[in-house]
């Protein structure tokens, strides 16, 4: 059998998977395949600091190629892995290699979720996931005045604050009701309606895009469900991802909506793992069911989990979901998952843009949505894996010590908290 591991995906949950299998005691060949022609980058910053001209291209890189190297990492970039074989254990690539493998990895991401309507293939309709979606877009915008954005999720919003402080005339049009719904409670989401709209940010909700106006084969206006016509120099489309399933689907991993995985982040079949945003786990901070998260913590801590299970080394996955999200001066953070929530108290100042809404289920602390209050939000990180029982009292008393009740919990039961 050939001893090699090759991961395909060439970004946060592919290059962990390759480390940590490496420092777990892997000892064989890993190949690390992805299709991007770089070395894995930082996705976050292409929507913010990216944009803006605050985060230069050479600040991307998730780790400098030495760790690669001291890693025995062969990067094979630039490449498709288009088809697995689990009879022969090999992979084919789009360069018309087939590579063997001894154990697999899955890091496949993934996909813009693409815009269904007439006028959409019409030259100036920009989508952003990869570096070279941003290179693409920060090169055109100098020739923008004024950009219209499909969708008020993350991406959307977070590409909105970025323009309108280039002095673009941004519009975001959002289907539903509000921005950000499926992610953000209500009272967290109508905060930052009003902050863009501040900023002069046009947010349109609850309306859909009929159809893509264009003149000469590139786009002038969006036309909306209830007959406005937005003019727009460029748009850019931010409606959601779909997760890479089909090289897993064809292979016949079972995939619903994501690659399923166990809690040891093994595939349907035991010798290949996944990780990241194209898998759906089970998760115990989601007792509904099995989830897909789309996060760098996820991306990372899965693949730990993931590199881990490449040698046997089976440590189930356990961390809190955490995300984050910059918008101007807003640092937005998100701990656990406030879903079913049936309380919320808000401690600090939303006049002052320092707030958090703590989110309880049955009286257990489940989730904590954070603007510019990184405390509370690091205290969740602690609190909610632990169990801790903080109770709504506490949190809606200003005179309440959270740091220090944190402090204490962690000397209480320090493995718990940690
Ligand atoms: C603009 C932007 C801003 C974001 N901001 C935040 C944020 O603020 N906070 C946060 O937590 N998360 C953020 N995210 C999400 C975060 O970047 C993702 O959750 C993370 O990148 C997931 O990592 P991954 O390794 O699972 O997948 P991906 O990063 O999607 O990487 C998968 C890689 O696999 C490659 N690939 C797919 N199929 C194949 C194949 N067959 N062969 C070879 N290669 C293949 C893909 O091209 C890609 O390079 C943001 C994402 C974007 C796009």
New binding site residues.
């Given amino acids: 059998m050939d001893e090699s591991l090759v991961v395909?995906?060439?970004?946060?949950?592919?290059?962990q998977i390759a480390l940590s299998a490496r420092s777990a005691g892997f000892e064989g060949p890993i190949l690390l395949?992805?299709?991007?022609p770089h070395l894995?980058y930082?996705?976050?910053?292409?929507?913010?600091g990216f944009l803006t001209g605050k985060v230069a291209e050479s600040a991307l890189p998730i780790r400098p190629q030495q760790v690669l190297e001291q890693n025995r990492i062969e990067p094979v970039l630039g490449?498709?892995?288009?088809a697995i074989d689990r009879a022969s254990r090999t992979v084919s690539l789009?360069d018309g290699r087939s590579l063997a493998y001894g154990r697999l990895a899955l890091?496949?991401?993934?996909?813009p979720r693409l815009l269904p309507i007439t006028g959409a293939d019409l030259d100036g309709v920009l989508y952003?996931?990869?570096l070279d979606d941003?290179i693409a877009l920060k090169a055109r915008m100098p020739q923008a005045q004024s950009v219209a954005i499909i969708g008020g999720g993350?991406?959307g919003l977070?590409?909105a604050a970025s323009l309108v402080m280039l002095g673009k005339e941004v519009t975001v049009i959002e289907a539903l009701p509000r921005v950000l719904a499926r992610a953000l409670p209500v009272r967290v989401s109508d905060f930052l309606t009003d902050v863009h709209r501040r900023a002069k940010v046009t947010v349109r909700t609850g309306t859909t895009v009929r159809e893509l106006e264009g003149a000469a084969g590139h786009v002038r206006a969006v036309l909306l469900s209830d007959g406005t016509r937005c003019p727009a120099d460029f748009v850019i489309v931010g409606i959601g991802v779909l997760p890479?399933v089909e090289?897993a689907a064809e292979a016949g991993l079972t995939c619903q909506d994501g690659i399923v995985i166990d809690e040891f982040a093994r595939t349907s079949d035991p010798t290949i793992v996944a990780?990241?945003?194209?898998t759906r786990h089970p998760n115990r901070f989601a007792p509904a069911g099995p989830i897909r998260?789309?996060?760098?913590?996820?991306?990372l801590d899965q693949?730990k989990t993931a590199g881990g299970a490449v040698v046997g080394a089976l440590k189930a996955y356990d961390a809190v979901p955490?995300?984050?999200?910059?918008q101007y001066d807003l640092k937005l953070q998100m701990v656990g998952l406030s879903e079913g929530h049936d309380q919320a108290v808000v401690r600090g100042s939303p006049e002052e843009q320092k707030f958090s809404v703590f989110y309880f289920r049955n009286g257990a602390l489940i989730g904590i949505d954070s603007i510019n209050r990184p405390g509370d939000h690091m205290a969740g990180r602690q609190l909610i894996p632990a169990g801790v029982p903080l109770t709504p009292e506490q949190v809606a008393d200003p005179s309440f010590d959270l740091v220090r009740f944190v402090t204490a919990a962690r000397k209480a039961a320090p493995a718990q908290a940690e």
Avoid: H, M
């Fill in positions: 395909v995906g060439g970004s946060y949950a592919g290059l395949v992805g299709d991007e894995p930082q996705r976050p910053p292409l929507s913010k490449v498709r892995a288009t789009s890091a496949v991401g993934c996909r952003l996931r990869t941003a993350f991406i977070e590409i890479n090289l990780a990241g945003d194209c998260l789309e996060s760098v913590q996820n991306a693949a955490w995300f984050w999200s910059d």
